[in-house]
């Protein structure tokens, strides 16, 4: 399954806020067995969400897409995919009867609150998609032919996320190794084993320069078997093995 995953914002583009959501997508998908083929940071701009989700919604299994989905003019994420899947937007009355609720209890809550809370800048989504619940926040994602909405906010994304999680899925498996050598010892074998094997390899140096960290990635279990025991027997340098482990660099 190849995956695309778009982050929306200006804030992001401008550095005003690190983009904690693409890494964290990027690693919950492919510890899925996921292949993640693109990751893009575009700006809240209508046209250009909707040719990137025009595109992208043709060239990969699926795209997940980050960003506003509400409640100020900035937020274009919504528009944009309608937009770029030739769909109408529309409030969704599932959509609009969960935000309804979540209004409600905010309103219980904080019932000082003097500005509006409406319920179709909330609710709003391209024609016919499925809402996906939001747990954290006000604003439901949803899915739309390949393309899955969720919030920009970290939180808000990763409970939602997690209502679709199992929608995706893949055999990519990978092997990780680490080296006190620097990656630059490790050159030649690396070659050898990408060609012979026809595995993904990706070297890393630590920032600390500590260690490297060497990933083998493939879509057969069997044939990243054989390439890291090829690579133990021939690297040359002292590697010590960690599966299924989330590592720096």
Do not use: H
């Not at 050159?187 to 083998?216: C, D, H, M, Q």
Request: proline share 6%.
């Amino acid at each position: 399954m190849n995956v695309a995953i778009v982050t929306v914002g200006n804030e992001l583009l401008a550095g005003d806020i690190e983009n904690t959501n693409a890494t964290w997508l990027a690693q919950e998908l492919t510890e899925r067995g996921v292949k993640v083929a693109r990751v893009i940071t575009i700006p809240d701009e209508e046209t250009t969400i909707a040719e990137t989700v025009k595109e992208w919604s043709m060239s990969f299994d699926a795209v997940v897409v980050t960003g506003g989905l509400g409640g100020t003019p900035d937020d274009l994420t919504m528009p944009g995919v309608a937009a770029g899947l030739d769909r109408e937007l529309t409030v969704d009355p599932v959509a609009a009867a969960d935000v309804e609720a979540t209004i409600d209890r905010i309103l219980e809550r904080k019932p000082d609150i003097e500005f509006d809370l409406k319920v179709e800048w909330y609710a709003s989504m391209p024609a016919g998609a499925t809402p996906i619940p939001n747990p954290e926040g006000l604003a439901p994602g949803c899915v739309a032919e390949n393309v899955y909405v969720l919030p920009g906010i970290p939180e808000e994304m990763r409970a939602v996320f997690d209502n679709v999680a199992d929608d995706f899925g893949g055999t990519v498996a990978t092997t990780t190794f680490y080296t006190p050598e620097p990656e630059g010892a490790m050159a030649e074998p690396l070659a050898t084993v990408a060609t012979e094997f026809g595995v993904r390899v990706g070297s890393y140096p630590n920032r600390n320069g500590a260690r490297t960290r060497i990933k083998l990635t493939a879509t057969d279990a069997a044939v990243l078997d054989e390439a890291s025991s090829w690579l133990v027997e021939n690297a040359g340098v002292e590697l010590t093995e960690t599966d299924g482990e989330k590592t720096d660099g």
